[in-house]
């Protein structure tokens, strides 16, 4: 399977673009997290919800089944015993983990810059501080 070549414009824009779904799930901050537990080491559901703090059963649940979709995630279900599942990223889904690094240095570089904008919109639109 050949990549396809980098685009030239944002056509993710375009409401028809199939970028445009895998991208709302690769932005999203669950996915991100899920991502970077499971570049780690494989996990089992309850130990991913304990390690994602704030994620809802249901939240983690459809974040998992989405990547899994998508090629990222594997499921694993061993039968030996009492039935397990373990969650383990694929090969595929570890090339995801070098650009959300990329993205989450690129956030703690800059989120006093942000906070700041924040705060001046926030005095200028007269709303209340945190």
């Not at 199939?18 to 799930?25: F, H, M, S, T």
Request: aromatic share 6%; net charge positive; hydrophobic share 40%.
């Amino acid at each position: 399977m050949t990549e396809a070549p980098a685009p030239t414009s944002m056509s993710a824009l375009q409401r028809d673009c199939p970028a445009r779904l895998l991208l709302d799930q690769i932005a999203d901050k669950w996915t991100v997290l899920v991502i970077c537990v499971l570049d780690e080491g494989p996990s089992r559901f309850n130990e991913l919800r304990r390690r994602v703090d704030g994620v809802s059963q249901k939240v983690l649940a459809s974040t998992l089944r989405g990547l899994e979709r998508n090629g990222m995630v594997e499921r694993i279900v061993a039968t030996s015993g009492p039935v397990s599942v373990t969650y383990r990223l694929t090969p595929f889904g570890t090339t995801l983990y070098e650009p959300m690094l990329a993205l989450y240095g690129w956030t703690t570089r800059h989120i006093e810059t942000v906070v700041d904008a924040q705060d001046r919109f926030d005095r200028r639109a007269h709303i209340p501080t945190r």
